[in-house]
């Protein structure tokens, strides 16, 4: 898969001030043996030696598709879910191969409480503690600052390494993405984690609706959008964007109750939003308010008059007859499956929900569109900030084993994300041309740039001034506002830079 730029969310989330310790763990266990010459791992074994693996088993309710511990774990009995299959096989060689015992453990919480229980474990010292915690990103986020998680780039003197976050399967520019030195790596997020193409975002598509309106498509497209094909390789050949999809809601859109007021029973709704829209598509656009530099510091933009625009381009598309605000993706999916909607936007991930999958009108998906075709050459997906990733916990008794085990499983992971994709998905799903060529660019053009957001989050902790609403792109004011706090997110950033220097 292409790796594209990544700037990565959980820096949004570095805000929290832990005054805690890093607690003590050692190495654990046997050393396990090196790493033959042409990568073989014929020459490690660690005897036996058990590594806990900790999977969130919690269903999100914001979302239709089901928690993630299937795709880390397998369930017990896997039936005629071939991915499970796929990860079972997968993690049995990884025990037989290393000489480890896997033992799973399963939190079903709220992404909220898992900083809540990290603490725990950690500020008791748990015997139990889990080695590898895989969950939501943001919580992990906070239990980094917090100093719960080891440093996995430089574990310590005498402790045994296996991590290569170069080799195939790791996603390397996100884990660079969630530090601010790269001699600290803290989290880690890899193919092994298939939310990782489950929770990017995407604009899911009525072909039916779409057929039925080609009139307004080529009213709002051009003469040459004339089908349901022609839709897709005007996508393909990258001239997707917001002004288009504000076109084509409008051009589609009919009224059934109140004469421009956009309403769910209207006989057809060109697109339906969801709060999370406004940074997806500003994600999505490449412009931000904040970036890394090259050493992975987070720096002010000098001129943000880019995003301003972006952030007008987006209020002009909500404003638009035929676009309806939903309050989570769950809710815009509902309203897709009505049938009346030509666009709705959700996560990848939905297609596993079975109300898709039994949805009778032909379907089909598009990338986010680009903010402008004349500014942004590649679209850009983004990815959910619930997307869960892997981190190790400083009371972990088994780092060297640990780190052979996740290594080992995103080496191999390319047959588990191969059957996830191409059969759990991409065929599944609907055995159609337009959607499977859609697919891949989605998943070619993934990325993460939240850059915007580090600043309105680090000045709500550090100052307590509450957030910035002018971030949010909605609001017509964001340059003038955001200019009246520049000073203080600088501030601020410097604080949170500051703190995390500190940690081990």
């Given at each position: 898969m292409k790796k594209a730029r990544i700037v990565c969310l959980l820096l949004a989330l570095v805000l929290c001030l832990g005054v805690l310790a890093s607690c003590d763990g050692g190495g654990g266990g046997a050393d396990g043996g090196d790493r033959g010459e042409d990568g073989s791992w014929a020459s490690v074994d660690f005897d036996g030696q058990k590594v806990r693996l900790c999977v969130s088993a919690h269903q999100?309710?914001?979302?239709?598709?089901?928690?993630?511990?299937?795709?880390?774990?397998?369930?017990?009995?896997?039936?005629?879910?071939?991915?499970?299959?796929?990860?079972?096989?997968?993690?049995?060689?990884a025990e037989e191969t290393l000489g480890i015992e896997i033992e799973y453990e399963t939190r079903n919480l709220y992404y909220d409480k898992v900083i809540e229980d990290v603490e725990n474990i950690v500020m008791t010292a748990s015997k139990n503690s889990p080695d590898i915690y895989n969950n939501d990103c943001a919580?992990?986020?906070?239990?980094?600052?917090?100093?719960?998680?080891?440093?996995?780039?430089?574990?310590?003197?005498?402790?045994?390494?296996?991590?290569d976050f170069s080799k195939d399967g790791w996603y390397e520019e996100f884990i660079k993405g969630c530090t601010f030195n790269q001699d600290k790596y803290y989290m880690f997020a890899g193919d092994y984690f298939i939310d990782m193409i489950r929770m990017?975002?995407?604009?899911?598509?009525?072909?039916?609706?779409?057929?039925?309106?080609?009139?307004?498509?080529?009213?709002?497209?051009?003469?040459?959008?004339?089908?349901?094909?022609?839709?897709?390789?005007?996508?393909s050949q990258g001239f997707w964007d917001m002004d288009a999809l504000a076109r084509l809601a409008n051009a589609a859109h009919s009224d059934s109750g109140e004469i421009g007021v956009t309403e769910k029973s209207d006989t057809t709704v060109g697109f339906v939003y969801v709060n999370n829209s406004n940074w997806a598509f500003s994600a999505g656009s490449g412009v931000t308010l904040y970036y890394q530099d090259e050493n992975y510091e987070p720096k002010?933009?000098?001129?943000?008059?880019?995003?301003?625009?972006?952030?007008?381009?987006?209020?002009?598309?909500?404003?638009?007859?035929?676009?309806?605000?939903?309050?989570?993706?769950?809710?815009?999916?509902?309203?897709?499956?009505?049938?009346?909607?030509?666009?709705?936007?959700?996560?990848?991930?939905?297609?596993?929900?079975?109300?898709?999958?039994?949805?009778?009108?032909?379907?089909?998906?598009?990338?986010?569109?680009?903010?402008?075709?004349?500014?942004?050459?590649?679209?850009?997906?983004?990815?959910?900030?619930?997307?869960?990733?892997?981190?190790?916990?400083?009371?972990?008794?088994?780092?060297?084993?640990?780190?052979?085990?996740?290594?080992?499983?995103?080496?191999?992971?390319?047959?588990?994300?191969?059957?996830?994709?191409?059969?759990?998905?991409?065929?599944?799903?609907?055995?159609?041309?337009?959607?499977?060529?859609?697919?891949?660019?989605?998943?070619?053009?993934?990325?993460?740039?939240?850059?915007?957001?580090?600043?309105?989050?680090?000045?709500?902790?550090?100052?307590?001034?509450?957030?910035?609403?002018?971030?949010?792109?909605?609001?017509?004011?964001?340059?003038?506002?955001?200019?009246?706090?520049?000073?203080?997110?600088?501030?601020?950033?410097?604080?949170?830079?500051?703190h995390f220097k500190q940690l081990p």
């Open positions: 999100t309710p914001e979302c239709n598709f089901p928690a993630a511990d299937i795709y880390t774990k397998g369930p017990d009995t896997a039936g005629s879910n071939e991915v499970a299959k796929e990860v079972l096989a997968r993690n049995k060689a919580s992990l986020a906070y239990s980094m600052v917090s100093g719960y998680l080891w440093n996995v780039k430089n574990p310590g003197d005498g402790i045994k390494n296996y991590f990017a975002w995407v604009i899911y598509v009525n072909n039916n609706t779409l057929a039925a309106n080609i009139e307004s498509v080529r009213t709002a497209l051009g003469s040459d959008v004339n089908s349901v094909d022609a839709f897709y390789d005007f996508v002010v933009m000098q001129d943000y008059s880019k995003f301003q625009l972006v952030a007008n381009k987006f209020q002009n598309l909500e404003q638009t007859p035929g676009v309806l605000k939903q309050q989570q993706p769950q809710d815009a999916t509902s309203c897709f499956l009505q049938g009346n909607f030509l666009f709705a936007i959700s996560r990848l991930g939905e297609m596993e929900s079975e109300a898709l999958r039994e949805f009778k009108p032909a379907k089909g998906l598009v990338p986010i569109p680009k903010w402008s075709v004349q500014e942004q050459d590649d679209y850009i997906t983004t990815l959910h900030d619930q997307v869960e990733i892997g981190a190790i916990l400083n009371t972990a008794q088994a780092f060297s084993a640990s780190s052979a085990l996740m290594q080992y499983l995103n080496e191999e992971s390319e047959k588990v994300v191969y059957t996830y994709y191409e059969k759990g998905l991409k065929f599944k799903y609907n055995d159609d041309k337009n959607n499977r060529e859609m697919m891949d660019l989605i998943r070619e053009t993934v990325g993460s740039p939240f850059g915007f957001q580090i600043g309105d989050h680090c000045q709500d902790f550090y100052t307590g001034t509450g957030k910035l609403k002018g971030m949010y792109i909605t609001d017509s004011s964001l340059a003038s506002t955001f200019a009246s706090e520049k000073d203080a997110y600088n501030d601020c950033m410097a604080k949170m830079i500051e």
